[in-house]
C-alpha cells in the first residue's frame, strides 16, 4: 500500500488507552505501507518532538486522502475536523455524560454537553464512524450516524511489564487483604460507592484489609475532598490514595492487589480491567455501561449493587481456592482473546470500508 494516512487527536499522552491506541495505529499505518503522523492539540513533553501540532495538518489536508479523527469531547479541534476536506474516519472513544459533573466541575460540564452536542452533526460528515466496542457503535447509530463500525482500542501491556517499585512492594506486602481500584477519581467512576462497599466488608468480613485508590483527582478537587469528608464520617482506616504514580509504582500496586474493584457507572472501555487480568488479579466490577462488553464473560459482575453480596464476593475472590482460581483462568483466557486480535487488519479492513463507501 502507499499513500498518506494521518490521525488527529486532541489530547495525547503516552500511558492512557487513548494514546497508547494513537501511537500503535501509527505504527500499524506505517508497516502497512503509509505514511502517517499525528496531529494533535496538547500532548505531553515526551510526545511533542514525534508529533505536530493540529494547526500544520491544514497545510497537507487533501480531499483525496483519509484522516482518522479521535473523537473524545467537545473542543475546537471538532470545528477544524469538520470543515476539512479529507475523507474522515471518526474513531469515537465516548463522552461521559456531563450530568455526573454538575456541580463538581463546571466547565468540563460544558466541555462534555457541547462535544455531544457537536458528535451528532458528524453523522453526515464521516464516510464511517467506529467504537472502540459495540457499546460505542450503538451509540453512534443512535446519533444518526449512517455507517458505522467497531475498532478495538490498539492496546498492549509492554509498558507495564516492568520491574514493579521494591518500596511499594515491601510497603503493602502484610496480613492484609490488598482491593485495589485504577483510574481517575472522577464522580463516574463512583469511588464513594466502593468506599461503602470497603465499610460494609470491613465492618461484616475482615478488619484485616486495605482499599487502595490509585488515580489522580487534578481539575477534581472539589469530588476529592467530597470523598474525603465521606471517609472521615464514616471513620473508615486503611484507605490509601496515592494520587497519580509512576508506571513502575503502578505496577508495584497491581502485583500486590488481591481484587481489583470498580463501581463505575460510566465507562467506554475501561483499560484497567485488562490491566488487572495481565497481572492475574481477579476482577470484581459493576455491570454498567461497557464494562460488561470489556469483561467479555470474565471476572464477576454486579448486576445490581447490594453491598452485602458485593462483600460477600469479595471475600470469595480475595481467598485462595477452587472459585478465585477459575475466575482467574477466565480472565487469562478473555485477556488472550484480545491479545489475538489483529489490529492491523482491522485497521486495514476500516479504512478500506471507508475509501469504498461499503
Not at 197 to 202: E, G, I, N, V
Not at 207 to 215: A, F, N
Not at 249 to 278: I, K, N, R
Request: aromatic letters at 10%.
Amino acid at each position: 500500500m502507499s499513500g498518506e494516512i494521518h490521525q488527529l487527536v486532541s489530547d495525547l499522552r503516552r500511558g492512557d488507552a487513548i494514546g497508547n491506541t494513537v501511537l500503535r495505529t501509527r505504527q500499524a499505518l506505517r508497516r502497512l505501507g503509509y505514511k502517517s503522523e499525528i496531529f494533535r492539540e496538547t500532548c505531553t513533553a515526551d510526545l511533542a518532538a514525534e508529533t505536530f501540532p493540529a494547526e500544520d495538518y491544514l497545510q497537507i489536508s487533501s480531499p483525496q486522502q483519509s484522516l482518522i479523527f479521535h473523537y473524545s469531547i467537545g473542543s475546537d479541534l471538532n470545528r477544524m475536523a469538520y470543515a476539512l476536506p479529507d475523507r474522515i474516519i471518526l474513531s469515537y472513544h465516548n463522552i461521559t455524560p456531563p450530568e455526573f459533573y454538575l456541580g463538581i466541575h463546571d466547565h468540563l460540564v460544558g466541555q462534555l454537553y457541547h462535544g455531544r452536542k457537536q458528535l451528532a452533526c458528524f453523522a453526515d460528515r464521516c464516510a464511517l464512524a467506529v467504537g472502540a466496542t459495540e457499546y460505542n457503535r450503538r451509540e453512534l447509530e443512535q446519533l444518526g450516524f449512517p455507517r458505522t463500525g467497531v475498532l478495538p482500542l490498539a492496546l498492549d501491556f509492554d509498558h507495564l511489564d516492568i520491574e514493579p517499585d521494591p518500596f511499594i512492594r515491601a510497603a503493602y506486602s502484610d496480613h492484609r487483604r490488598n482491593f485495589l481500584f485504577v483510574g481517575r477519581i472522577v464522580p463516574n467512576k463512583r469511588i464513594e460507592d466502593l468506599i461503602k462497599l470497603y465499610a460494609h466488608y470491613k465492618k461484616f468480613v475482615s478488619h484485616d484489609s486495605r482499599l487502595i485508590i490509585v488515580g489522580t483527582w487534578r481539575g477534581f478537587e472539589r469530588y476529592h475532598e467530597q470523598l474525603m469528608r465521606l471517609l472521615a464520617d464514616i471513620d473508615l482506616p486503611h484507605v490509601v490514595m496515592p494520587g497519580a504514580v509512576d508506571l513502575n509504582q503502578l505496577a508495584a500496586f497491581y502485583s500486590v492487589a488481591d481484587v481489583f474493584c470498580t463501581m463505575s457507572e460510566h465507562e467506554g472501555f475501561c483499560a484497567p480491567l485488562l490491566e488487572a487480568m495481565f497481572f492475574d488479579v481477579p476482577v470484581l466490577a459493576r455491570a454498567a455501561a461497557a464494562v460488561p462488553e470489556t469483561m467479555d464473560g470474565a471476572g464477576v459482575l454486579l448486576q445490581e449493587l447490594n453491598f452485602a453480596e458485593a462483600a460477600e464476593m469479595l471475600r470469595l475472590l480475595a481467598a485462595p481456592g477452587l472459585f478465585r482460581e477459575r475466575v482467574l483462568e477466565g480472565q487469562r483466557e478473555r485477556l488472550a482473546r484480545f491479545r489475538a486480535v489483529d489490529i492491523e487488519a482491522r485497521i486495514e479492513s476500516v479504512i478500506k470500508a471507508a475509501e469504498e463507501g461499503v
